[in-house]
């Protein structure tokens, strides 16, 4: 084989780190489910801090029982939404 035209061992040790440091970052990574999963979890957050802010300022009996309502329902579903480690 002529002189350059293989690879040297340089170049072996710079590919093997590169596949190594691509491997660890798609690891870090979350799944797109695991994404997903966090992002509706986070959404039933903002919701139920929301509610909690306009039940502290509503003064009316019906749309009390209403947000009450909704409470309940942002939390069932938030306890239905745990992460199972």
Same mark, same amino acid.
């Given at each position: 084989?002529?002189?350059?035209?293989?690879?040297? +061992?340089?170049? /072996?040790?710079?590919?093997?780190?590169?596949?190594?440091?691509? %491997?660890?970052?798609? %690891?870090?990574?979350?799944?797109?489910?695991? %994404?997903?999963? %966090?992002? #509706? #979890?986070?959404? *039933?957050? /903002?919701?139920?801090?929301?509610?909690?802010? *306009?039940?502290?300022?509503?003064?009316?009996? +019906? #749309?009390?029982?209403?947000? +009450?309502?909704?409470?309940?329902?942002?939390?069932?579903?938030?306890?239905?939404?745990?992460?199972?480690?």
């Amino acid at each position: 084989m002529a002189r350059g035209w293989g690879r040297s +061992e340089e170049d /072996l040790g710079a590919e093997k780190e590169h596949a190594r440091d691509a %491997a660890e970052r798609s %690891a870090a990574r979350p799944s797109p489910g695991h %994404a997903r999963d %966090a992002a #509706r #979890r986070r959404s *039933l957050q /903002l919701s139920l801090a929301r509610i909690e802010d *306009l039940l502290s300022k509503t003064e009316s009996r +019906e #749309r009390r029982n209403a947000l +009450e309502a909704a409470r309940a329902e942002l939390l069932e579903r938030l306890g239905e939404s745990e992460p199972t480690h």
